[in-house]
């Protein structure tokens, strides 16, 4: 069994920041892409930001150049760096990551259960 646990969010002002955290545990023989997505009451889950193996990167256009996605291999565990945050910021933010149980396995998705984060104005 693979869970992932965000961890980081809380109530900011406006232009400040904050860092989500999501480590992954259980059988894991290799993760594949991870990434961050949020929801805001009333909106679709939207995605964040991705970041691959090879840590290549990927970035909702609202987000860009104020997030920033990294990943620790070894932890198992995915950061995102999020920097002059607005009001439109708030949201549950989920971890998700691409994960292979075994060498012959195949890859399942998994999310975390969420993280608040509320910026205030």
């Known amino acids: 069994q693979v869970q992932l646990v965000e961890s980081g969010g809380d109530l900011v002002q406006a232009g400040g920041s904050l860092r989500l955290s999501c480590t992954a545990s259980?059988?894991?023989?290799?993760?594949?892409?991870m990434g961050w997505y949020r929801q805001a009451p009333g909106k679709q889950r939207e995605l964040v930001a991705t970041?691959?193996?090879?840590?290549?990167?990927n970035y909702a256009d609202s987000v860009k150049g104020r997030f920033t996605i990294s990943r620790d291999n070894v932890k198992k565990t995915v950061y995102l760096q999020m920097n002059s945050l607005t009001p439109e910021d708030t949201a549950v933010y989920y971890c998700?990551?691409?994960?292979?149980?075994?060498?012959?396995?195949?890859?399942?998705?998994?999310w975390g259960q969420g993280t608040q984060v509320t910026v205030s104005s």
């Open positions: 259980g059988r894991i023989y290799r993760i594949n892409v």
């Open positions: 998700a990551a691409g994960i292979r149980s075994s060498l012959h396995g195949t890859e399942n998705n998994y």
């Open positions: 970041i691959g193996t090879g840590d290549s990167t």
